[in-house]
């Protein structure tokens, strides 16, 4: 079983759309989750933080189930510019820190 | 303020050789971790160096190794290239072990590697 899974999609929704997409990890020692935005060929970036209590920025929204190894990203009224891989991260603290990705979901915008 | 940085960005070689590919990690930042990501996958960990020491690794050979100098920067070296290593080839640099750590990894824009 792979540390962190994710549908690998494509999502193609149209612009203005609501999007989730759903992550979920295998080792309960995991300590902090955040979401990166890859986009075609370039390195990927930190989009947000996520913790147990929720976040927000902006039209994105970040959840965080620890009982049940979950973690979800919600993009509100999608733009052509958040056409992009969404990559689920999560963070070990065993000795020094390691630091896993999903594979990634892919997400396209259309007009 | 310069960000991670890597080299080469693009190189080829054949089955057999050897590479060895350069980071040097955003101002500030002492850690650094390799990750290889083949297309359509995401970011593998390989390992990581704090201190100029491997504190972890993935589930990599030992054909892959690393180094990480006192200035912070660091190199990946594949012996024995296969044709699966062929991959982009990320560095990620952050405020690790001594302390400031947030999570948030800073990437370069990687070494995309070809082996034919």
């Known amino acids: 079983r792979k540390e962190v899974e994710q549908d690998p999609g494509p999502f193609n929704v149209p612009e203005g759309a609501t999007v989730a997409f759903n992550c979920t990890y295998s080792n309960s020692a995991s300590q902090s989750f955040f979401w990166y935005r890859q986009d075609c060929r370039k390195e990927p970036k930190l989009l947000m933080s996520v913790y147990s209590s929720g976040n927000e920025d902006g039209r994105f929204t970040a959840q965080l189930n620890r009982a049940s190894q979950y973690i979800s990203l919600l993009i509100r009224d999608s733009k052509l510019s958040d056409s992009a891989t969404y990559l689920c991260v999560v963070n070990m603290m065993t000795g020094g820190f390691k630091t896993i990705f999903g594979a990634g979901t892919r997400l396209f915008v259309k007009a | 303020d310069a960000g991670v940085t890597q080299s080469p960005t693009h190189l080829i070689k054949t089955r057999g050789q050897q590479v060895t590919l350069r980071c040097s990690p955003k101002?500030?930042?002492?850690?650094v971790s390799w990750y290889q990501q083949a297309l359509g996958q995401g970011p593998q960990f390989i390992f990581q160096y704090y201190e100029e020491e491997e504190r972890q690794r993935g589930n990599f050979p030992d054909r892959f190794s690393g180094h990480q100098f006192p200035n912070y920067s660091s190199e990946l070296n594949v012996n024995a290239l296969l044709l699966g290593d062929s991959a982009l080839y990320l560095c990620?640099?952050?405020?690790?072990?001594?302390?400031?750590?947030?999570?948030?990894?800073?990437f370069g824009e990687g070494s995309r590697l070809t082996v034919l």
């Open positions: 101002s500030g930042h002492d850690t």
């Open positions: 990620a640099s952050s405020l690790g072990l001594s302390g400031g750590y947030t999570g948030e990894l800073f």
